[in-house]
């Protein structure tokens, strides 16, 4: 557990926590496995397996969905909880091998996947009557049964999510409505496939052209995400960061939490665009928006909010914290290199930022934006290649410490 040294102490304690628990059970669960129709089990497990792959991108760039729930489903409710388990086990480890994932993520996810499962399961069990699966109330604990699995899966991972990344599980898009339907439903889908097989089981086409449909169904979040991204760069569009802007101030104004927001402007982006083209700026911003995204914590939000000018908004952050940020992604890009068709040597570039914070507990988000701005360009006034902070007033900024303000776009010399 070498890789777990890099997590809080709380983090570390929910995650151990989470994989002992959920290895018991799964050895628990594993062992009043019952050895009936091997062959659809097998089945189970090898379309699982194949579906486990097919990732569809979720509400947030680091969620997904795939269809192996349909699969769970149908398990649980024709073979009981502990083949579910087995066809989960198997679905994630052949991922693994393929994708070769964190060992403590997938991990993670089996033993979530245990705990949800063996809750699940128990309810189903007490609720429902398994052996007459047609009654009204085995249909209620189906659906009963596969609405705890969805909240206890999301709530275990969401969790996960706030203590490692530090986002909250709005801001992680596991516990967004969408998501959590969508999973509901496709366990749900699952059910009722389990159902018709057990009277035909050559209706189980009907259900296969359902799940096509829901595949389609599943692309919406990713859709939905792409109007609220800048095509160029990658990066949240300025819509979006407006928005998201409006709502992290009203939270920050409410609950006096501290708001910073970081306007980045690239130097003498035009003149790249004139001595090299156009394409060679392209290369730039788009190098540059991946030293921003990388270069912050995952409840940041950057955003390209036009032409050559970045923002990234930083809840539960200080300017004086967020000040460090900015000088170390100024020092990165100073660093970087960006080779481009039209230049033998790379291009460098610099770029100047401005900072403000939530000063007063009324602040808008027009004026927290405002105040930014002031800022950059006081930055570029400077000289460029700096950091300003605004303090309260137009002509009364904090500097950074000192830094070379020359110029470095241009090309590399040897």
């Given amino acids: 557990m070498r890789i777990l040294r890099d997590f809080t102490t709380s983090a ?64 649980l409710v024709s073979s009981g909880a502990p083949a579910m388990i087995l066809v989960i086990l198997v679905a994630h480890l052949v991922e693994w091998i393929f994708q070769r994932y964190p060992w403590y993520i997938q991990t993670f996810n089996i033993a979530s996947f245990a705990i949800a499962v063996t809750v699940a399961g128990l309810i189903y069990n007490s609720v429902g009557t398994v052996e007459e699966p047609f009654t009204f109330i085995s249909s209620v604990a189906i659906l009963v049964a596969a609405g705890v699995f969805t909240l206890v899966n999301h709530l275990l991972v969401g969790f996960a999510v706030k203590l490692v990344r530090g986002q909250s599980l709005a801001q992680s898009g596991v516990f967004s409505p969408l998501t959590l339907s969508l999973d509901y439903g496709m366990l749900c889908l699952g059910a009722i496939g389990a159902l018709i097989w057990l009277v035909n089981p050559y209706a189980i086409i009907l259900v296969a052209l359902m799940a096509y449909l829901l595949q389609n169904v599943l692309r919406v979040p990713a859709l939905r995400r792409q109007t609220e991204t800048d095509p160029k760069v990658g ?20 609950f006096d939490r501290p708001l910073s927001l970081v306007m980045a402007d690239l130097d003498f982006l035009r003149r790249v665009n004139n001595i090299y083209g156009h394409l060679a700026g392209d290369v730039v911003l788009k190098g540059v928006a991946e030293i921003l995204r990388t270069s912050v914590r995952d409840l940041d939000i950057v955003a390209r909010f036009g032409g050559e000018e970045f923002a990234i908004l930083m809840p539960e952050t200080t300017p004086e914290q967020a000040f460090l940020t900015a000088e170390r992604i100024r020092q990165a890009i100073q660093e970087a290199e960006f080779s481009v068709a039209t230049s033998v040597a790379p291009i460098k570039v610099t770029m100047s930022f401005g900072l403000a914070g939530r000063l007063e507990r009324d602040l808008t988000a027009n004026e927290l934006i405002h105040q930014a701005d002031l800022a950059v360009m006081e930055a570029k006034q400077e000289g460029r290649n700096c950091s300003r902070i605004y303090g309260g007033r137009a002509t009364n900024f904090k500097k950074a410490p000192a830094v070379s303000t020359s110029p470095l776009v241009g090309v590399v010399k040897s």
Avoid: H, M
């Fill in 12 to 75: 570390k304690s929910y995650l151990i926590s989470v994989l002992l628990l959920g290895g018991a059970l799964t050895i628990w669960q594993l062992s009043q496995f019952d050895r009936q129709e091997p062959l659809l089990i097998l089945a189970a497990c090898a379309l699982a397996a194949l579906l486990q792959s097919f990732k569809i991108e979720g509400a947030t760039a680091r969620t997904s969905y795939n269809l192996s729930w349909v699969v769970y489903g149908f398990v």
């Fill in 235 to 254: 990066l949240f569009n300025s819509r979006y960061f407006a928005d998201t802007v409006e709502q992290e101030i009203l939270r920050a104004n409410r």
